[in-house]
């Protein structure tokens, strides 16, 4: 069994279009006979806007110098997002 517990969240700075990068830390837990084992998974978003939704860029982004950087194509062409508000 896998269990997720959200933990703590880290704001990343802004990228080149002025965007928030921001970090969440989740682990990854699993039971291993009378203990339980659990590893750190940093997934990384980023927002455009006060109110516009956060997208996942996990899988999409380069660290370089110790600085976060989302793949160009990916900002180019971005999956569309939706406010919960808006979804029905």
């Given at each position: 069994m896998t269990q997720y517990i959200s933990s703590s969240s880290d704001i990343l700075g802004k990228d080149e279009q002025g965007c928030s990068l921001f970090k969440i830390r989740q682990y990854e837990c699993q039971p291993q006979g009378y203990?339980?084992?659990?590893?750190?998974?940093?997934?990384?978003?980023?927002?455009c806007g006060q109110n516009a939704p956060?997208?996942?860029?996990?899988?999409?982004?380069?660290t370089k110098d110790g600085k976060v950087k989302v793949d160009p194509l990916f900002i180019a062409h971005p999956p569309r997002g939706k406010n919960w508000a808006d979804i029905r």
């Open positions: 203990t339980v084992t659990c590893w750190p998974l940093d997934r990384i978003f980023r927002q956060a997208v996942e860029v996990t899988n999409v982004v380069h």
